[in-house]
C-alpha cells in the first residue's frame, strides 16, 4: 500500500491530530525514543472496570454507581488485542502485562491469555506474560490462568490489618481472601509472585512492618514484597506530597528490624530497588517514582482497553490503534504506527517533576493526566 495519514488521537477525543508518514516499515526490533530507550515492555489495560474503590485510584466519590464505564463495543477484542501484541513483540517487546482496572472482571480473559502465550518474540520465545491484579477473584482462577499460559501474578494489597485494608479499598473487601487467592496463585505455579502495596503517610505506613514480616515468615522466596511510593497518577485521587512516605524512610523503617543487602537490577529499565534479607528469607523492593525518578530506562508502552496507545504513566493524551484497526490497516501499518510514534517520544514526566515540582506545561505536573484505572500501572 502507499502512503497513508494516520489519525493519531488525543484519548478523551474522537478526533485530533494526524500524522503523515512514509510507506509502511517492516518491524526491525530495534526502536528507540528521542531519549535513546528502546520499547521492550507493553502494559495492555483489558478493562476500565474494578470491583475496589481505592481511595489513591478510584474514589468512590468520583466513580460512583452512574459513572459511565467504556461500552463493550468500545474495547478491544482479544482477536484484536492479540493482533496488536504481535506487533509489538515484533518490534522488541519481551514481556507482556495484563491490566485494569481489575483484569480478572473481564469475562473470558482466559481465552485472551492463551492468543498471547503463543505468540513469539523476535528471539523466537514465548513473551513474559503476567497480570496485575486486585487479588479479589484469584483463588478461584489462578488454576484456570496457570493451564491458559500465564507466568506470573503481582497481587495488589495494601495493609494486613482489616480495618485499614477495607477502608484503602473502599469495598468492604476483607484481607483473607486476598490472601487466599495469594495461596492460590503459588499452587498453582503461577511464580514468582510480587505483591504491591502502595504506602501513604498517616494512611498504612504503620503496616509497612507486619507486611514486610508476615511475607518472609510464610513465604519467604516465593513472595517479593514491593513498596510504592504513592503517586500523582490522574486528577481524582487527591494526591499531594504530604502523603507520600519516601522509600528512603521505608527502608530505615525495614532495617530497624532486618539486616538487608542491596541486588544487582534483574533486567533493564526494572522499577523497583531490591533488597535481600541478610538471612536469605526473601527480598523486598522499592519503587521511587516520586523521589527517585527512573524515567531514563523506562522501556514500557500502555494500551488502554479501546485501543488507545500511551507513552507514559502520567501521559495526557493516548494514540488511536483502534481506528487504525477496524478501517482495515495490515499488520506493516500497524508496524509503521507504532514505530512512528515510540520514536517521537520524549516522556520524562517524573524527572519533570523533580526538577520543577510548579511546573504546569503540557505533559507536566498540573497538565490532564489519565486515571490509573483507564490505563492500568
Known sequence: MGEKVIAITDWRATSGRSVERVA????????????????RDLRISVTDRCNFRCTYCMPKEVFGPDYPFLPQASLLSFEELTRVAQVFLAHGVRKIRLTGGEPLLRKGLEGLISMLAGLRTIDGEAPDLTLTTNGSLLARKATALREAGLRRVTVSLD??????????????????????????ALAAGLTPLKVNMVVQRGVN????????????????????????????????????????LPSASVLERLQAHWGLQPLAESAPGETAQRWAYEDGRG????????????????????????????????????????????????????????????GQRQDRYSELRGASPAATAAGQPGAARVEMHYIGG
Open 205 to 244: 505506613d504503620q503496616e509497612i512492618v507486619p507486611m514486610a514480616r508476615y511475607f518472609r515468615d510464610h513465604f519467604g522466596n516465593r513472595v517479593s514484597l514491593r513498596f510504592i511510593e504513592y503517586m500523582d497518577v490522574g486528577l481524582t485521587n487527591g494526591w499531594n506530597m504530604a502523603s507520600v
Open 24 to 39: 509502511p516499515v517492516t518491524p526491525t526490533g530495534l526502536l528507540a525514543d528521542q531519549l535513546g530507550r528502546p520499547l
Open 283 to 342: 527480598e523486598v523492593g522499592l519503587i521511587s517514582s516520586v523521589t527517585q525518578a527512573f524515567c531514563q530506562d523506562c522501556n514500557r508502552a500502555r494500551l488502554s482497553t479501546e485501543g488507545r496507545l500511551f507513552l507514559c504513566l502520567f501521559a495526557g493524551e493516548g494514540y488511536d490503534l483502534r481506528t487504525l484497526i477496524r478501517q482495515g490497516a495490515s499488520q506493516e501499518e500497524l508496524a509503521g504506527a507504532i514505530q512512528q510514534v515510540w
Open 159 to 184: 495493609a494486613l490489618d482489616d480495618a485499614v485494608f477495607q477502608r484503602m479499598n473502599d469495598a468492604a473487601f476483607p484481607v483473607a481472601r486476598v490472601l487466599e487467592g495469594i495461596e492460590a
